[in-house]
């Protein structure tokens, strides 16, 4: 690849970094917010070495192309011949034009900045592996308040896990996205967990009951209490929910996160 092309790659990598890390949010929906420095010193470094490229190219003499001295042109006329000498085949192909398929190198680029990709969604917690909840021996009073707010992950080994079956008949408080099942009576209240990036993604699910599925990908915040389905307190209790009430939410900053939500993303 030229220079010049070269340059411009790297300069609208670094903008189309910073654009994601910086600028907005964006990255966000690929890696996990602790990475997010990283991706900022990338982009500056990327434009660092686009520019210093360009002004190492802008140093060069532009006079000594011009000016050979005598062991030059001797060089160059022992070239020449040479070349003229090979059959055509044997000359090799011609370097100086870009191969088609490198142009497909500013596609990263361009999309950063002008098309990213959504973010993970209901389409890949269909797909994604689920995440088994940790085995837990002890746990907690719960707090009197209700609806009482939890995390999908605490409430699933609560139901299966926690032989004193406190959760039952307490009227619980959970956000996530909506994954429809079509064809069923349920949909699944999701949240998608990344432990580096949206390539190693993980998601947990509650199933409700009682309510439509709004649209996939809504963000609700929904009130019920457990789905009596199996033996509460064992493996065989679902992680199921009898709906009360449902609200439609913006999707929170830490949505790759099983957490209670924090304040909303711009």
Not at 57 to 67: A, F, K, L, T
Not at 182 to 188: E, L, N, Q, R, T
Request: a positive charge; hydrophobic letters at 40%.
């Amino acid at each position: 690849m030229r220079r010049p092309l070269q340059v411009t790659l790297l300069v609208l990598s670094g903008l189309g970094l910073l654009h994601a890390s910086l600028f907005t949010d964006l990255c966000l929906r690929y890696v996990k917010s602790s990475m997010r420095p990283m991706l900022v010193v990338s982009g500056f470094l990327l434009i660092l070495l686009g520019i210093a490229e360009a002004w190492s190219r802008s140093r060069q003499n532009p006079g000594m192309d011009g000016h050979h001295t005598g062991q030059d042109h001797i060089g160059e006329n022992h070239i020449d011949q040479h070349h003229t000498e090979l059959p055509e085949e044997h000359t090799g192909h011609n370097h100086s034009k870009v191969p088609r398929v490198a142009w497909l190198l500013f596609l990263p680029a361009l999309s950063l900045l002008f098309y990213a990709p959504p973010a993970l969604g209901a389409y890949t917690a269909s797909r994604a592996a689920t995440k088994a909840v940790p085995v837990q021996d002890s746990f907690d009073p719960l707090p009197a308040t209700s609806p009482l707010p939890m995390t999908l992950t605490d409430f699933t080994t609560r139901v299966q896990q926690d032989r004193k079956r406190v959760i039952k008949g307490r009227t619980v408080q959970m956000t996530g996205f909506v994954t429809p099942d079509k064809g069923s009576a349920y949909w699944d209240l999701t949240r998608i967990m990344i432990s580096c990036c949206a390539a190693d993604a993980q998601s947990i699910k509650v199933r409700v009951y009682g309510i439509p599925a709004l649209s996939a990908n809504t963000w609700v915040t929904i009130t019920g209490t457990w789905h009596a389905s199996g033996t509460l307190g064992t493996s065989s209790a679902a992680a199921a929910l009898d709906g009360v009430t449902v609200e439609k939410v913006a999707k929170p900053v830490n949505a790759y996160q099983d957490a209670l939500p924090f304040p909303s993303a711009r």
